[in-house]
């Protein structure tokens, strides 16, 4: 270590408790907690490979997160002799089986299932081979069955069917501990590292953090080194009348307030404020210039209107920016929906095919469809080899209705998406995993009222994508501690 990261490394903690307790609140700037990987990254005591050099290719993930518990029921759902059991249960939540979309996995359990019609998007991706679905998902500490639940034989999640602490258990995989850490983070701590080790290489060292939100905070992608990056739907937010050519104005004016910040300071603390304030900067304008080539571009599949479809247009901009950025592995984090359903889950007059549900998701199919398109405009197969998203959500929803709609569940559907549909396809798609619920309430799966206890664990879920990202199996118990208390931990969803 350098004579200059030994003086950094000497001043972490007390540069990191400055940073963290007063940093982001006194400058408001989303660009502000990337600027702490500099010094982060120093701590970072497991890291895993060596040097910038460890990954020879680009992988990212994109977490979409369903903000309020997606109603899985009624995004897979059965089709022929068990369509008439669905429908006796759900009622007026029904969707006709002569409007589903068929599917037809090719290690089909015996069942016929259709999506939503408004999920033409994400039909077309399964039939193609770039989408699969991980049935009955959720977050466990043990394998449970409908006795050990109702006898209380095992230990369970705390506060479940709460939003807050479900939201929690899916997004640190730790529904046990107190929400330290996301499971992302924890990925990030340990592959960040090794793209961004020469602390004194200007030039070849990533640009920015692993973990990118365009959401805003969120807890998924909190480590405890490796803090997130956030973005706007418009890119980083940067100190107005900042930026542009060499010699404009501008340009003069943001270096003439990051050489006043980065003046010598006598207080250490008044020096790490304004290294804060030169890192902020300085990485928005980076950023927004090396996406600045897409800012134009006519996208040959349009991205819906809206939040969603604005935040995955983002995501794929930035990894349109990668080469620039210097990076070779990311974590994105979107997320969109008002998916809690109590009321007004299908349209005037039980309309199946209006109401907020069917609206909520057509976004989802039209964006992910966008993404999915984007990548290939960008970089063709090889790009949409190298990214896999995946849903997350609060929790499913109860399978019987509530007479507007449906209510706080557990167990639920997922869709994993990516790659170019080959037998190489980073997704090994057209494919269904894990098992579908027996749709009975009072029935095997079922807690008591329509509930479905999950039989694959967020964990397992989790770790399987973490694997293909790069995180190897000597470490995966420091990314999931409890992941050895299930059977499955590679779900074999992904190509790797």
């Not at 819906?304 to 070779?328: C, E, H, N, Y």
Request: hydrophobic share 35%.
């Amino acid at each position: 270590m350098s004579t200059i990261d030994q003086d950094r490394a000497k001043f972490l903690r007390t540069r990191r408790s400055f940073l963290r307790d007063f940093g982001t609140a006194a400058l408001g700037s989303l660009a502000v907690s990337s600027t702490l990987r500099d010094f982060r990254l120093i701590n970072s005591a497991v890291a895993q490979g060596n040097g910038p050099f460890a990954f020879p290719d680009y992988k990212a993930l994109v977490c979409v997160f369903l903000s309020g518990g997606n109603d899985s029921n009624n995004l897979v759902i059965p089709r022929g002799a068990a369509h008439a059991n669905y429908a006796a249960i759900r009622q007026n939540l029904t969707i006709p089986e002569s409007v589903l979309l068929p599917i037809t996995p090719e290690d089909g359990d015996g069942n016929d299932y259709g999506l939503h019609p408004s999920c033409g998007g994400l039909a077309q991706m399964f039939e193609g081979g770039k989408a699969a679905f991980l049935f009955n998902v959720g977050p466990l500490l043990f394998p449970t069955t409908r006795i050990q639940y109702q006898k209380k034989l095992v230990a369970l999640p705390p506060q479940l069917f709460s939003h807050s602490d479900q939201v929690m258990h899916w997004q640190t995989s730790l529904p046990d501990q107190p929400p330290r850490t996301g499971w992302g983070g924890r990925v990030a701590d340990l592959l960040h590292p090794s793209q961004d080790s020469l602390i004194n290489d200007p030039v070849n060292r990533a640009k920015i953090a692993l973990c990118t939100s365009i959401a805003g905070a969120n807890t998924f992608e909190v480590g405890s080194s490796i803090q997130q990056y956030h973005v706007s739907t418009g890119g980083a937010v940067v100190m107005s009348g900042t930026g542009g050519a060499a010699g404009s104005a501008t340009k003069n004016r943001e270096n003439a307030i990051r050489n006043i910040a980065k003046l010598q300071q006598g207080n250490l603390q008044s020096g790490a404020y304004g290294e804060i304030i030169d890192d902020a900067i300085g990485t928005g304008v980076l950023l927004n210039e090396a996406i600045a080539a897409t800012n134009t571009t006519v996208w040959q599949t349009a991205f819906p209107t809206g939040s969603f479809g604005d935040q995955m247009k983002m995501v794929a901009r930035i990894i349109a920016a990668r080469d620039t950025l210097k990076i070779k592995r990311q974590i994105f984090f979107v997320s969109f929906g008002s998916y809690d359903t109590h009321t007004s889950q299908v349209g005037t007059g039980d309309d199946p095919l209006t109401g907020t549900h069917a609206n909520l998701l057509g976004q989802l199919s039209n964006g992910i469809a966008a993404f999915h398109a984007a990548l290939n405009q960008i970089g063709g197969a090889s790009l949409q080899n190298s990214v896999v998203g995946f849903t997350a959500s609060d929790f499913g929803r109860t399978m019987p209705t509530n007479g507007q709609g449906s209510d706080h569940g557990w167990g639920s559907h997922h869709l994993i998406f990516g790659g170019d549909g080959s037998n190489n396809s980073a997704v090994r798609g057209k494919r269904t995993y894990g098992t579908f619920p027996v749709l009975q309430v009072n029935g095997p799966d079922d807690t008591s009222t329509g509930r479905w206890i999950p039989t694959t664990s967020v964990d397992e879920y989790s770790a399987t994508l973490a694997r293909w990202f790069g995180v190897d199996d000597a470490h995966m118990p420091v990314v999931f501690p409890n992941l050895g208390r299930f059977g499955n931990p590679d779900l074999g969803f992904l190509n790797t």
